[in-house]
Each structure stands twice: as C-alpha cells, then as structure tokens.
C-alpha cells in the first residue's frame, strides 16, 4: 500500500509537476485532476475514503498550482498541448496503463485537452466532475471566478479567493477545512491566474473530439452549481452518446467534497465497471 509518495516529473517543456500516489499499486488505475488556483489537497475526501484500497491512485498538482512550479510566462498555460502534454508525462512518468480520469472543474478542461491531442486509446474512462468541458459563455456561472486585474493588493486578493472558495460550495466545510483550501488557493498567484484565465478552446473542436469518445464516461455535476452552471454538463453529455449524467441535487461545485460518500460509492463502481467492461 502507498500512502501519498511524491515524485516529480518534467512536462515537455521542462516544467517541474508533483505527483501523488496512494493505494494498491495493482489496483485499478485513477487520476485526479483538481480545478482552477486548487491543489491535490482538494481530493483528500478520496484520499483517506475505500477509493485507495481499492485502486491506484494518482494525483497531479498542475503547473501553477500547489507544489508545482510556476512560470513566469503566460505562454506556459495557453495554447492546444500544454495541458495535453502535462497529463500525458504523468501517465508515462507513472507507467499508467489505463486509468480512469477524473476532472474537476477546470481539471475536466484539462482532460479535453488530453482527448483533442492523444485520443482515449490509452484510458479506461473518464469522469467529468462539475466541468463546463465545452466552453459556452451561457454555462457560465456568477460564482465563476471573475478576471484578475493587472494590479492587486494582498487584502484584494485574498479576498477574491474567499469569494471564489465560498460559491465553490452549496453546502459549506467546516471552518478548519475552509482556511486549508483558502491556504492552497493563494498559493497559485495571481499572475498564473491571470495566464489561465487567458486561456480558451472553441466549442466546434471541443465537440469533435468529444464524439470520437469510445471509453466509458460518467458526468458528475451538481444542481445547486452556480461556478460552472448545470447546463454544462448536458452539454457535454449530448456531445458523448454514452456518457452518464449523474445529478447531485443538493450539491453545488463541488460534489466530490459536499457528498462524499455517495461520490466515492459512485467513483469506485464506475472504476470497476471500466476495468469489467460491463
């Protein structure tokens, strides 16, 4: 059994990535992928759930984000293959051999990246969680984290993050684990936010690549999302004939923190069924 070793890996262009893992390093395969100015932290109600007695787990905190580095060059975060290519050295770093993806938010972006530049060939499924993987102006949510201005002060900022953390959640966290994920927001500064929110893909290449989909795909959104709104997730699931659309009706952005259980329940049986074929 692993339990969160960390390892860091070089992407294409020579940006450092920390990688996580815990579980049965024969299990099933999984690889999360946490959302805009968040950390593999988000996950830790997987990472201590049945989820890492049963699979492999992988987690990634992506360049900008957590203990990854940080270029200084807005380039480093826009453009078609940088975040395909990210994932892509994660896999082949950690020998993965078909993983399910799973996507939060932003991370499910990043998996639609992966799909238009390497295909499913090499994956088992995928779950996108909460994501507007087709960008239509319309999904977007007034809890959507709002453009960062060229100047902020420290007190400007940190209150920008709190505003963005707090429509992250329908059903609020607990104090202690509200002033974690604050912690691991601001560490993604704002030119890196600033980059990533410069960054866009059009919706006719999105829906595409979407439909040359083989792999299982489950879709994970809550009702109550008011970040990335839930016509987003039909959306997408009309754009993947297999797709299942799962609603959590009283969750906001965040199903996989404000239901837990039932995510977890949900995750793992969607990762069994990938490796079953049923």
Not at 31 to 40: P, R
Not at 76 to 97: C, H, N, P, Q, T
Not at 130 to 158: F, H, K, L, N
Request: net charge neutral; hydrophobic share 40%; aromatic share 6%.
């Amino acid at each position: 059994m692993v339990d969160g070793a960390r390892s860091d890996i070089r992407a294409p262009d020579g940006t450092r990535l920390a990688v996580y893992e815990w579980g049965d390093p024969a299990g099933p395969e999984v690889v999360l992928i946490h959302g805009f100015a968040q950390s593999h932290l988000c996950f830790a109600p997987q990472l201590r759930s049945e989820l890492v007695r049963h699979c492999r787990v992988v987690a990634v905190d992506l360049r900008g984000h957590g203990n990854s580095a940080q270029p200084d060059d807005p380039s480093a975060y826009r453009g078609s293959r940088v975040w395909a290519d990210d994932i892509a050295a994660v896999l082949a770093a950690k020998k993965l051999e078909r993983p399910v993806l799973v996507g939060w938010s932003m991370g499910g972006r990043v998996i639609r990246q992966y799909l238009m530049i390497h295909g499913d060939a090499r994956l088992a499924g995928l779950n996108f969680v909460a994501s507007q993987v087709i960008e239509d102006p319309r999904c977007r949510g007034p809890g959507a984290p709002q453009p960062v201005p060229e100047q902020q002060t420290p007190e400007e900022e940190i209150a920008a993050a709190t505003v963005f953390l707090e429509a992250c959640y329908a059903k609020q966290p607990t104090k202690a684990e509200f002033r974690r994920a604050l912690a691991y927001n601001i560490k993604v500064p704002a030119a890196v936010r600033r980059a990533i929110g410069g960054w866009s893909t059009e919706a006719a290449p999105t829906i595409a690549a979407l439909a040359k989909v083989r792999v299982p795909v489950l879709i994970t959104h809550g009702r109550r999302d008011t970040v990335v709104l839930p016509a987003a997730a039909e959306m997408t699931r009309a754009a993947m004939a297999q797709a299942r659309l799962s609603w959590f009706d009283d969750c906001g952005h965040s199903p996989f923190s404000e239901d837990a259980p039932r995510f977890n329940s949900e995750l793992t049986s969607f990762v069994q069924s990938c490796q079953t074929g049923t």
